[in-house]
């Protein structure tokens, strides 16, 4: 198994490789350049195709690459040319911030969507199967920020039980009591949204697991001795059920990712995907490509992620 | 050619004994699924009533600005209200609806080509070409390609609804492909395919007259699927203001103008009518999907 893991790490090179060299290309295509907002009518111009000259500016594309690359290495992305810090610095912020609402979020979805799964496929066909089924389903179809917006509206403007934006209440002094229950209560909403989206897939995989279960010879076995039912199903059932689902975290965090952008911008959370946004409009390109690193190399260690946990629980996938 | 005739002689013979065709197992699923069957005939319905009300609408009349009418009611002379620019809401519905539904075919059937094509062939040759292929399909399929999405669309100089098409198809038709390589791959390993193999078929004979509508009800469950997932991802991305050039309606434009509070609270009309059209949508397309998909599993079927 460890051979499987360091093949696919290994593999991870050349593809963050070619995925930096596609967005360094793209960087190149991004129209103007960061001095161009630097010029007002009194600048020199002179002073400014100086400034380029200095920034490599007209250095050939590969030498730039390399440059850029070395330094991406060692974790410097450059300055953001909105904000006059380095990226490193300003994305460090935004992803704490990104990270604590994926957190509560997976958190969430597991919390709703274990005990969904599993009553669903206990009581299959009945109503309530039903209705697991049902929602699940529209959760599946239903569009991020669709649902984000009518849960904002309801929750936060008509029923005023969530802050509708930011992430923390500026009256509380950083580090008190009240100052965490406000970034936990400002990121609750968003958390919920992303939950509830997240949910399809492992209450489909509880309940097809449970179904299966039932028939099989163990829980047979274990109600021929008389165990009671209940007990069946948390002990026996619920155990050899649970383990597989730990392995839609790797999915969860490529979802998360997806979605972010959008939860972000709705609920005005200022992490990484509000970031993202907001770079693109002001044209801030060290940010813009350090965010596209940074998202590419998270989604493919949440596949990795995946897949090692799926080699560990299920020795059927084991290849090596 | 003599393969058919036979075929049909064999057919002709055993009339009772002869399976469903495909399109009657579907048909049967239909019946069995309530709810599918009213999803189907109510999104044909309302995509055939959009695309001919959108016929009789003059887009270039309906998006002219008029501030007398900023946010105006739902009333008589605006159906649905209308939005900053004072314009008709019921009208930019109409037309983006359109233009969203249309985007998510052209973008579903250019990705399906592709995909289905390279999924056949890699799946059917393998080997180096699979090799060659499967690593493209890895790369695209682990990069962030809704921000790289987001980025081209930026960078792009001439920007129009065919170049949007185009960016977005890049980046989604390794999905199906690596779905239809997989299938491809078990199925070509099948006796009649060796079969065909020693008559000295053609490998383009093979793959598009034998191995495609032997996987032709996995290509419907996807191709269905995908036109919802596209219909999510153009007007994604046009509520971000990355989809449509600005001054194109559409859906995801007119769900974005709730980002501002203030519409969000007091403007219902502006946003709530977009959304629950992408929501019906987005169900309508995936139920009609799922019970084609029971139909294509024989396990799943109800009918």
């Known amino acids: 198994m460890w051979k499987t893991i360091i093949r696919r790490i290994l593999l991870m090179i050349p593809q963050l490789l070619a995925l930096s060299l596609l967005i360094f290309i793209m960087a190149k295509f991004m129209p103007g350049d960061p001095f161009t907002g630097m010029v007002t009518p009194d600048t020199d111009p002179a002073r400014i195709e100086e400034l380029r000259q200095q920034a490599g500016f007209y250095d050939p594309w590969y030498k730039q690459y390399g440059i850029w690359m070395m330094n991406a290495v060692q974790g410097d992305f450059g300055k953001s040319y909105t904000y006059k810090v380095a990226v490193a610095d300003l994305i460090g912020d935004r992803a704490l911030n990104t990270l604590w609402l994926a957190l509560v979020s997976v958190f969430l979805l597991y919390v709703i969507a274990i005990p969904l799964g599993v009553l669903a496929g206990r009581y299959q066909n009945t109503f309530l199967d039903k209705t697991v089924v049902l929602y699940s389903f529209i959760s599946y179809a239903i569009p991020v920020f669709v649902l984000s917006l009518i849960f904002l509206y309801i929750f936060g403007y008509k029923l005023q039980w969530f802050p509708t934006s930011g992430t923390v209440d500026i009256k509380y002094d950083n580090g008190s009591l009240g100052y965490i229950w406000s970034k936990f209560y400002h990121l609750l909403l968003p958390a919920i949204t992303y939950a509830i989206l997240g949910t399809t897939g492992v209450i489909q995989y509880l309940r097809t697991e449970v179904i299966d279960a039932k028939s099989q010879d163990y829980v047979r076995t274990a109600r021929s001795k008389g165990i009671p039912l209940n007990k069946v199903y948390s002990r026996h059932i619920f155990r050899n059920s649970l383990l597989p689902i730990a392995a839609f975290l790797g999915f969860t965090i490529t979802g998360l990712l997806g979605g972010s952008i959008f939860i972000e911008t709705i609920f005005s959370y200022p992490g990484m995907g509000q970031l993202f946004i907001q770079s693109i409009s002001g044209r801030d390109y060290s940010v813009i490509t350090a965010l596209v690193m940074l998202y590419g190399f998270l989604t493919l260690l949440g596949s990795l992620l995946s897949d090692i946990i799926m080699s560990i629980v299920d020795p059927r996938i084991r290849i090596d | ?303």
């Open chain 2, 1 to 303: 050619m003599k393969e058919q005739t036979e075929n049909v002689v064999i057919q002709s013979e055993h009339p009772e004994s002869s399976p469903p065709t495909g399109f009657q197992v579907i048909m049967r699923e239909f019946k069995k699924d309530k709810l599918a069957m009213f999803s189907l005939i109510a999104l044909v319905v309302v995509i055939v009533g959009i695309f001919i009300w959108s016929l009789l609408i003059d887009q270039q009349e309906m998006m002219r600005v008029s501030l007398r009418d900023k946010f105006a009611e739902p009333g008589d002379k605006f159906l649905l209200g209308a939005d900053q620019g004072g314009r008709d809401i019921l009208g930019q519905l109409i037309i983006g609806a359109r233009n969203s539904i249309a985007i998510a075919m052209a973008v579903t059937l250019l990705t399906g080509v592709v995909g289905i094509m390279i999924g056949l062939t890699t799946g059917y040759f393998g080997g180096w070409i699979d090799n060659i292929f499967m690593r493209i399909i890895d790369f695209f399929i682990t990069i962030p390609s809704l921000m790289i999405i987001i980025v081209f669309v930026t960078i792009v100089p001439k920007y129009n609804i065919p170049i949007f098409i185009l960016i977005v198809s890049v980046f989604l038709w390794p999905g199906t492909a690596r779905l239809i390589r997989s299938k491809a791959l078990s199925e070509s390993r099948r006796d009649y395919i060796n079969a065909s193999k020693t008559m000295g078929t053609s490998d383009a004979a093979i793959i598009f007259k034998k191995m495609m509508p032997n996987l032709s009800s996995i290509l419907i469950v996807e191709l269905t699927l995908n036109f919802a997932g596209n219909v999510g991802i153009e007007t994604g991305l046009s509520f971000l203001g990355f989809g449509l050039p600005p001054s194109t309606p559409s859906l995801g434009t007119l769900v974005s103008y709730a980002v501002n509070p203030l519409v969000l609270k007091e403007m219902w009309w502006v946003w709530l009518p977009a959304s629950l059209l992408i929501l019906f949508l987005m169900l309508g397309i995936n139920y009609v999907g799922q019970a084609i998909r029971r139909s294509a599993d024989a396990k799943q079927r109800l009918g």
